[in-house]
């Protein structure tokens, strides 16, 4: 099984910026596309990004794309999430995941995942 632990998260103003980190462990880390998720309590996890297996195809949602941008390095078994301008609608605790099959598709539902991190809170004041 995946063990992912996110980190990198923090509070910042707001047209401000964090790297976050996910550290996978338990699996030939190369081999799966990792995606990053976003929840605020109460309200339903969203899927935020995704990147490939081979690193060159990644997914951003529209809400955040050109401000995101999902990366991996396989030596290190760890994808992050660059956030750029960030406003105060990004505040979250933030998720990251692994497929569920290796070089498969990364799946965009998180109803699909058993198993999460801890999650790493992002808090942006205005």
């Known amino acids: 099984q995946v063990q992912l632990v996110e980190s990198g998260g923090g509070l910042v103003q707001a047209g401000g910026s964090l790297r976050l980190s996910c550290a996978a462990s338990?699996?030939?880390?190369?081999?799966?596309?990792m995606g990053w998720f976003r929840q605020v309590p109460g309200k339903e996890r969203e899927f935020v990004a995704a990147?490939?297996?081979?690193?060159?195809?990644?997914y951003i949602v529209d809400s955040v794309k050109g401000r995101f941008t999902i990366s991996r390095d396989n030596a290190k078994n760890t994808v992050y999430l660059q956030m750029n301008k960030l406003t105060p609608e990004d505040t979250d605790v933030y998720y990251c995941n692994q497929a569920k099959k290796p070089y498969s598709y990364f799946d965009y539902d998180p109803k699909g995942y058993d198993y999460w991190g801890q999650g790493t809170q992002v808090t942006v004041s205005s």
């Open positions: 990147i490939s297996w081979r690193s060159g195809i990644t």
């Open positions: 338990g699996r030939t880390f190369s081999n799966y596309g």
